[in-house]
């Protein structure tokens, strides 16, 4: 009876993507534990980027900066 | 001080609804142990079909499927 | 196929009560919104009492005071 | 490594403030712990008021209610 | 950046299935979504089978009673 | 209403360092957020560097590297 959590930022995961992530997250519990798949759930929760902080800074700042230093 | 964490597919649940799985978790609590209504949080959370997988596939993929077979 | 987490402090819960939090819960989520409680997942997590703040103090700190003010 | 989740109401937080949560967040992580901020993560997750419940019912209906409280 | 949560009931989970999950979650985020596996958290919560609930019982019970059924 | 989530390695984090964790948490959320330090929740979840994983393995196997890269 697995939960699975995949938490990332919200930077155009496609439905196909999110499938993959689902049958591999899936397949883990199964192949490594043992567990059913009719009872693992995984919750995908795509997080914005102004709301997603790294090193004390938000990755929107993060990519913006990363940005700019490739206009130097 | 409780905090519960409700976690469902978005599909349509009403501000009534809303309501009543806040009320239904606050009493529970109450109820079972004593807690303090006023320090009891719940948190609804409504993940899209599209995010929430079981048995490897996405509840979106589910549903169309049970929807194709209601066809044939 | 509703995942409800409810986070209390580590405070003697019994497996009796465990129980009915499980149940309370999940016919939580069958009555209002209709769910299967065959795929309705309800964990319990228990804190301890150092590890839980309100108000900015622990929670062990805040039963430490309640005690010594019945004291005075 | 740490990993912390802000959970607050939607009610118009902004990207100035988002930034102080993430940063104030992080440092709190690096004097109190010593912790790497390169490897300390902060999630910030706006629930709307009509998700959130304390004392048994929403945020939503609580504004409400304070607002009516007003005009009389 | 991405978190993954992978919680599961505390039922003899060894150090080697845990860092099969661990790799097996990175390499998921890596292939599926790209993702840089230095940033890539994976987090595993063991749930007694006490606090777990599922069909409105818990997994202690459920347990159980399967032990029971085979002995009749 | 804040609820704030601190996940980090069970690594010998103190009774006071949790203090510190609650109050500046708490802070945080009334100085940027003008949020009421009475219904401000700060929860630390402590996880076994066993089931923590970064980079594809589990802290403990990166501590123990460390320990050997030191030794040689």
Not at 1 to 12: A, D, F, N, R, S
Not at 20 to 38: C, E, F, H, S, Y
Not at 39 to 68: C, H, M, P
Request: hydrophobic share 40%.
């Amino acid at each position: 009876m697995p939960y699975v959590l995949i938490q990332v930022t919200k930077e155009g995961v496609t439905t196909a993507q999110k499938q993959q992530l689902i049958r591999g997250a899936t397949d883990l519990l199964v192949n490594v534990l043992d567990k059913d798949p009719a009872t693992t759930f995984v919750v995908i929760d795509e997080v914005e980027t102004d709301n997603w902080g790294v090193a004390g800074e938000s990755v929107s700042v993060i990519r913006q900066k990363y940005l700019q230093s490739l206009d130097q």
